[in-house]
Each structure stands twice: as C-alpha cells, then as structure tokens.
C-alpha cells in the first residue's frame, strides 16, 4: 500500500449495530464481524476499512481517527514532532503479523492515526 493512503477509519458509537445499519444503508458499506467479536466494516470501494468503537471504550474521545499508511513509524513520528505534531501513542505493535500503529494530534489538535503494514 501506498505511504499517505488512508486506510482504517475508528468511528464513535454509542449504538454499534445502530451505527453499523446506519452506514451500510446510507453508503453501502460491507458489515463484518472481526476476530476479536468487534463490528467492522469495509466502504464501498474495498480499500478503507474500519471499526466502531463503543462510547464506553473511547476514554472522553468522540472524534473519529483517521489512521494513514506509512513506510515507517519511527521516521514518521519524528517528522510529526518536526512540523508542529504531538505525539500521542507512540508505536505499538499490532497482532502476531507484525504491524504497527501510532496515533498523534496535529497542529489544530486533530487525532490522526498511523497505520505500518507488516507486508512490506
């Protein structure tokens, strides 16, 4: 995948299956049930896919998170500080596969998410 793609979305619920319904019917969107038991889904194209996540799961956030692709992490998160970012989560590793995820605010304070593929 591209680096600066958007590629995984988490969108606040206080009602996933009601949310779930609501996008699929509006856009429609493929509902899918992930390992771990969440609701997910992927848009109508195939190429963004993400998660709901429950109100009590949020931890006072209520904005949706927008997660990017990047060739690296590390690189990318001193790039972020650089240019006025603040650093949030720093890399995490994600499941067995060896991906990763960061999360940081921007300039404006906007979370944003960074999204590594193992599959490099």
């Known amino acids: 995948m591209a680096h600066g793609k958007i590629c995984y ?28 038991g969440q ?5 109508a194209t195939g190429a963004v896919s993400g998660t709901w996540v429950r109100e009590e799961d949020l931890d006072g956030e209520t904005s949706m998170v927008t997660y990017i692709m990047v ?9 972020l500080v650089a240019a006025g970012g603040k650093l949030i989560t720093p890399r995490t590793p994600v499941g067995p596969g060896g991906g990763a995820f960061a999360i940081f605010n921007d300039p404006a304070g906007n979370r944003v998410g960074l999204y590594e593929d193992a599959q490099k």
């Open 71 to 79: 060739d690296n992490i590390d690189e990318t998160q001193k790039k």
């Open 39 to 43: 609701t997910a889904f992927d848009d």
């Open 9 to 36: 979305v988490e969108i606040p619920a206080k009602n996933v299956s009601k949310s779930a319904e609501f996008y699929a019917n509006l856009f429609g969107w493929k509902i899918r049930s992930r390992g771990d």
